[in-house]
């Protein structure tokens, strides 16, 4: 069974910056691309970032030139860089397969307030 681990979140200021990390575990995590999804308070889940399994990688036009998306096949594990965060970046920070959803984790929550 395909588990996801998202940790990083945290209360940061405006203009900060933060590492997102999604451990996977239950299947081969090599051969799949990636996803970071958010959800705001009241909004529907979003894909912000993809990578594919050849690293080709893609986002939303709201964090574009903010936010990478990277991978480490051999720890399992897809990363979100987030820097020049505002309070609009604030949402409970979730990793998926970026077209076809498992079990989703808990989320890693982002709160950026001054």
């Known amino acids: 069974q395909v588990q996801l681990v998202e940790s990083g979140g945290g209360l940061v200021q405006p203009g900060g910056s933060l590492r997102l990390s999604c451990a996977a575990s239950g299947m081969a995590f090599s051969n799949y691309n990636m996803g970071w999804y958010r959800q705001a308070p009241g909004k529907q889940r979003e894909l912000v970032a993809s990578i594919t399994i050849l690293r080709n990688t893609a986002y939303a036009d709201s964090v574009k030139g903010r936010f990478t998306i990277s991978r480490d096949n051999a720890r399992s594990t897809v990363y979100l860089q987030l820097n020049s965060l505002s309070p609009e970046d604030t949402a409970v920070y979730y990793c998926?397969?970026?077209?076809?959803?498992?079990?989703w984790g808990q989320g890693t929550q982002v709160t950026v307030s001054a």
């Open positions: 998926n397969h970026p077209s076809r959803p498992w079990i």
